[in-house]
């Protein structure tokens, strides 16, 4: 498999994998009745505008896209919507950040329920959106891109992705973004992550909270530790 392609679907799968633990987090705060973990919220809503929206995004509209217009006309209203999905897709990330801070500074206001309602509906249509575009650009795009680009092409596609990649998946990434990617991982279900293997530890020795005091945890014993429940 070409790099490009290969680059593509594990970032894909790390996005994927980010947000459905953003909505399982929430879910699962709600279902325990306590404020959304807005630390874990804040760090994840962070690397998808960091990587994917910024770094991702503009492999596939700066350099993927043209090289496949350049080659066929058959998907060209796909790759269209693709890229207004690119160019409104960062500003719906930044107003989720700005709407989850709003959530956590106004945690004691008369409208923090109907605020958290909101922004779990706006996190949802978010979410479902970001996969239904992963999802066509995997079953229309890149089979088009295997069919219609040469190899000189994937030799240039190859080399500028290669470049700069998403630290969640090539692991050797930049170091200031260490504690980060710990935090996320840690949260993320397996095999990516190492959210269930950190819980089985965890129950392996019940008086110990091994490594996780700068977690804060969205189940139930996150109450024992102070986090507020939800009016
Ligand atoms: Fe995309
Ligand atoms: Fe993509």
Known sequence: ???????????????????????????????????????????MLFYIDEFPEKVHHTKETALLFPKIRARSSEAAAVIARL???????????????????????????????????RF?????????AYLDHMRIEEVEILPLAERALTSA??????????????????REGDDAFRP?????????????GLGPAFEALQKSYPGGEPARSFWTSTSGDAAQRGTKAVP
Not at 4 to 31: K, N, Y
Not at 100 to 107: F, G, I, K, R
Not at 155 to 166: K, P, W
Not at 185 to 192: C, D, I, S, V
């Open 83 to 117: 890229d207004a999905d690119h160019a409104r897709s960062h500003n719906a990330v930044l107003d989720l950040q700005h709407d989850l801070l709003a959530l956590e500074m106004l945690s004691e206001a008369a409208d923090a329920p109907a605020r958290r309602e």
């Open 153 to 170: 092409d994937w030799a240039e596609l190859d080399a500028e992705f290669m470049r700069n990649r998403d630290p969640l998946t090539h």
């Open 180 to 192: 980060l990617f710990k935090r996320i991982l840690m949260t993320l279900p397996a095999p990516l």
């Open 1 to 43: 498999m070409h790099a490009t392609l290969r680059i593509i679907r594990d970032e894909h799968s790390s996005l994927s994998a980010v947000l459905r633990s953003i909505g399982l987090l929430m879910a699962e705060s709600r279902r325990h009745a306590l404020a959304p973990d807005f630390r874990v919220l804040r760090a």
């Open 120 to 128: 779990e509906k706006e996190m949802e249509t978010y979410i479902a």
